[in-house]
T-cell receptor, first 119, second 112 residues
């Protein structure tokens, strides 16, 4: 159980276009999902916390107009990179907390990641 | 001071060695600690979690917490090439925030 999927796993796009990445919790409900970015040989960097039915909370330095997050249901959050530039090329990973376990454990289940390359 | 600090490595050991991975944390109120493993180009997966002080063992892995020195460790016995990955320690949310704080990760390579 506790599987998180991401789609696509890999995407190449041209500079100036927008890319949408989906994050789904497959067998549990997630009121809270997280979006991370990871550059090569670096650690996870939290971009934003996504709450179902409300606006996302962005970390300092993350442009909310560039990285649009929508968490419309208990099993789906999307990250849209708008007007992508080569410096946005990175590995984007989402994670989710099981709504029913949230009071018991702080465990986060991670998706497999999406590798974005902007040319 | 960072909430959690971790030596980035890389750490290279021969197969069969005992591996010790460590983190220090700053808030003495923390009671719950986690270790994640991340293979290259994959998302992290939870390896172990532990409450309070003491040891917790799971197969070849042992998580240890020393609250007096605010030090957490992950030991891997009889290390295997398949253990080669980046290991991240993590501490729970604090101050009313939801996010877990991750260490920078230690890259481990087990050489056959």
């Amino acid at each position: 159980g506790a599987v998180v999927s991401q789609h696509p796993s890999r995407v190449i796009c041209k500079s100036g276009t927008s890319v949408k990445i989906e994050c789904r919790s497959l067998d549990f409900q997630a009121t809270t999902m997280f979006w991370y970015r990871q550059f090569p040989k670096q650690s996870l960097m939290l971009m934003a916390t996504s709450n179902e039915g409300s606006k996302a909370t962005y970390e300092q330095g993350v442009e909310k107009d560039k990285f649009l997050i929508n968490h419309a249901s208990l099993t789906l959050s999307t990250l849209t990179v708008t007007s992508a530039h080569p410096e946005d090329s990175s590995f984007y990973i989402c994670s989710a907390r099981d709504h029913n376990q949230d009071r018991v454990t702080y465990e986060q289940y991670f998706g497999p990641g999406t590798r974005l390359t902007v040319t | 001071q960072k909430e959690v600090e971790q030596d980035p490595g890389p750490l290279s050991v021969p197969e069969g060695a005992i591996v010790s991975l460590n983190c220090t944390y700053s808030n003495s109120a923390f009671q719950y600690f986690m270790w994640y493993r991340q293979y290259s180009r994959k998302g992290p997966e939870l390896l172990m979690y532990t409450y309070s002080s003491g040891n917790k063992e799971d197969g070849r892995f042992t998580a240890q917490v020393d609250k007096s020195s605010k030090y957490i460790s992950l030991f891997i016995r009889d290390s295997q090439p398949s253990d080669s990955a980046t290991y991240l320690c993590a501490i729970p949310p604090s101050g009313g925030y939801q996010k877990v704080t991750f260490g920078t990760g230690t890259k481990l390579q087990v050489i056959p």
